[in-house]
């Protein structure tokens, strides 16, 4: 079973927005920290942002600022990704992860979940 199932994927047009969801685990939640890591094909995965379970610090890569935002619902035990003005380099699949560490380095992060794809098309 899963501990963490993303969701909300798809193909969009340069400009557009998705809004991405990660149902976690009560064990993959507890963890302080959760976050968003991308690969895009043929490339190395990447830290995208992390949200912090205590206080709700975020950071995120210089890449997606004012771009991407990241969110949690407690109460739910989901964090989200809304992606707005997207562009094709952002074309990838999509992780969710959870760790102890606030850290962009992905061997930091414990729980994995399996990925959703997002294409931004020219």
């Known amino acids: 079973q899963g501990q963490l199932v993303e969701s909300g994927g798809g193909l969009v047009q340069a400009g557009g927005s998705l809004r991405l969801s990660c149902a976690a685990s009560?064990?993959?939640?507890?963890?302080?920290?959760m976050a968003w890591f991308r690969q895009a094909q043929g490339k190395e995965r990447e830290f995208v942002t992390y949200i912090t379970k205590n206080n709700g610090r975020t950071y995120y890569a210089d890449f997606v600022k004012g771009r991407f935002t990241i969110s949690r619902d407690n109460t739910l035990n989901t964090v989200y990704l809304q992606m707005n003005f997207l562009k094709p380099e952002d074309t990838a699949v999509y992780f969710c992860a959870a760790s102890n560490l606030a850290t962009i380095r992905s061997q930091s992060y414990t729980y994995w979940g399996q990925g959703t794809q997002v294409t931004v098309s020219s």
């Open positions: 009560e064990r993959a939640f507890s963890r302080p920290v």
